[in-house]
């Protein structure tokens, strides 16, 4: 679901991608240099300018739409919202929801580049081993001051304790990236290895790093031995005894651990999830699907309406084992036991079973504690009065979106990070009628959007 916005070392791997996620960036940076780490040499930047001041070369392509002021970027993604949703004559389109301009990025993805003596974090600029230009990020605005602290913080230890970046040209080095999320109380930090080498030496000093870092809550270790552009590896190591970053939102516990996905934009997730929430709150919604339900964020925010939480029977679908687990542990905090989250992909879960055949109406749905014995609503799949989408950016697919118009659920609310997608999929269901539309401004700087959009079955 999540764009990125820095081009990293994983694109070097592969010259030929053309999925649309990435901009390249072709130049050198000017930075800070630290005293205390001379990584960054012949840098300056402003800390207190915007990243339109701080960028006006251009040496970081990330972010393509600095040159227009934030209101021209909104206005321009709202045209293309409208000309786009145009076919499906929505009865209303709102506002934009608009984000920080800066520091607004709950995500480092960061290549561990330079030699060991003098590690840099940030992304490779170049496409050969001769043009070999890399660029160090740890000041880019678009993160937190308090994370770009950290971020130097983490390159000082890789320093210290000798953590050799891998080259990927000469295909030696171990440490490929590291990646930080910030959350509502703190950090969590993933070092991506090209084997176990270094591990026992991250193990034995991690502990000086949240000398450091006091907040920094997780810390794990992921392997990822292919010289392919992939960022992370099938196994991971978790070093701290705690697995779980709390991201709390609306002032619902929400957790990520190192493999489950978050939204980038934390401000705007908030937003998006507390407008799903009101959308809905007028709604006769009793049974609710959350396909691609990852940490639970919407729909424990679509079941938080009234006093009684156990009121809307919900089933939360994600193949991430790691966010089912992250949302079963914000539904017993909040005492939600209507619920059950099944790590399942959304389109076997879908068709293994055909809920058309079943003439059990949502309202009959058997409500169960998620440690208990497996719902009927699971088994049977009565056809619920609300399906929530919020799937990755090649959207729910054809297979699912036919399910649906076959099914009929009262209302579909999708949420999607690609408007093309979207309209792909939207135009499988020619029984809906879309209500609302909104656009969330979860890129800055980019043309890429969040979009969520409530439909309703025609009469």
């Known amino acids: 679901m999540q764009c990125c916005y820095h081009r990293s070392t994983i694109d070097?791997?592969?010259?030929?991608?053309?999925?649309?996620?990435?901009?390249?960036?072709?130049?050198?940076?000017?930075?800070?240099?630290?005293?205390?780490?001379?990584?960054?040499?012949?840098?300056?930047?402003?800390?207190?300018?915007?990243?339109?001041?701080?960028?006006?070369?251009?040496q970081c392509l990330s972010c393509p739409w600095l040159d227009k002021p934030y209101s021209q970027q909104l206005a321009d993604k709202q045209a293309i919202l409208l000309s786009t949703m145009a076919e499906f004559h929505p009865l209303k389109i709102e506002l934009p929801m608009q984000s920080r301009e800066t520091a607004f990025r709950n995500k480092a993805k960061m290549a561990v580049l330079g030699t060991v003596e003098k590690p840099m974090l940030g992304i490779h600029m170049a496409q050969n081993q001769q043009n070999n230009a890399e660029l160090d990020l740890c000041d880019c605005p678009l993160y937190s001051k308090s994370m770009q602290t950290v971020l130097k913080l983490i390159r000082t230890y890789i320093r210290k304790q000798k953590l050799v970046p891998y080259n990927i040209y000469q295909r030696k080095g171990e440490?490929?990236?590291?990646?930080?999320?910030?959350?509502?109380?703190?950090?969590?930090?993933?070092?991506?290895?090209?084997?176990?080498?270094?591990?026992?030496?991250?193990?034995?000093?991690f502990h000086q790093l949240q000398e450091k870092i006091h907040n920094l809550a997780v810390?794990?270790?992921?392997?990822?031995?292919?010289?392919?552009?992939?960022?992370?590896?099938e196994e991971e190591l978790v070093l701290t005894t705690n697995r779980f970053l709390p991201m709390t939102l609306n002032s619902i516990?929400?957790?990520?651990?190192?493999?489950?996905?978050?939204?980038?934009?934390?401000?705007?997730?908030?937003?998006?999830?507390?407008?799903?929430?009101?959308?809905?709150?007028p709604l006769a919604i009793h049974s609710i699907w959350d396909l691609f339900c990852g940490v639970g964020g919407f729909g424990l925010h679509c079941v938080n309406q009234t006093d009684d939480k156990n009121s809307i029977a919900l089933t939360g679908i994600e193949i991430n084992p790691e966010a089912i687990e992250c949302a079963t542990k914000s539904a017993h905090l909040m005492g939600i036991q209507s619920l059950s989250f099944k790590s399942?992909?959304?389109?076997?879960?879908?068709?293994?079973?055909?809920?058309?055949?079943?003439?059990?109406?949502?309202?009959?749905?058997?409500?169960s504690s998620p440690t208990t014995q497996?719902?009927?609503?699971?088994?049977?799949?009565?056809?619920?009065?609300?399906?929530?989408?919020?799937?990755?950016?090649?959207?729910?697919?054809?297979?699912?979106?036919?399910?649906?118009?076959?099914?009929?659920?009262?209302?579909?609310?999708?949420?999607?990070?690609?408007?093309?997608?979207?309209?792909?999929?939207?135009?499988?269901?020619?029984?809906?009628?879309?209500q609302r539309v909104q656009l969330f401004d979860m890129f800055p700087h980019t043309a890429h959007m969040e979009v969520l959009t409530l439909l309703k079955k025609k009469d």
């Open 12 to 58: 070097c791997y592969n010259t030929d991608r053309s999925n649309g996620d990435c901009v390249q960036s072709k130049q050198t940076h000017r930075y800070s240099q630290s005293k205390n780490d001379s990584s960054s040499k012949n840098n300056s930047l402003s800390k207190d300018s915007s990243p339109a001041k701080d960028y006006p070369l251009k």
């Open 175 to 205: 440490l490929k990236f590291v990646i930080l999320t910030q959350g509502s109380e703190g950090f969590m930090l993933r070092f991506v290895l090209r084997s176990q080498r270094l591990v026992d030496k991250i193990k034995a000093t």
């Open 219 to 233: 810390i794990s270790v992921n392997i990822q031995p292919a010289h392919a552009a992939i960022l992370e590896g």
């Open 253 to 281: 516990p929400l957790f990520v651990q190192p493999k489950s996905f978050f939204q980038t934009n934390t401000q705007i997730a908030e937003k998006l999830y507390q407008t799903a929430h009101d959308w809905i709150a």
């Open 344 to 367: 399942l992909d959304a389109t076997d879960y879908l068709l293994t079973s055909d809920v058309a055949a079943s003439s059990t109406t949502a309202s009959s749905i058997t409500t």
């Open 374 to 434: 497996e719902p009927q609503h699971i088994s049977h799949k009565s056809v619920p009065d609300l399906v929530l989408l919020n799937p990755p950016r090649r959207g729910a697919g054809v297979a699912i979106m036919h399910y649906l118009q076959r099914v009929k659920p009262n209302y579909i609310l999708y949420s999607s990070c690609n408007l093309a997608t979207l309209v792909s999929d939207l135009n499988q269901l020619a029984d809906y009628q879309v």
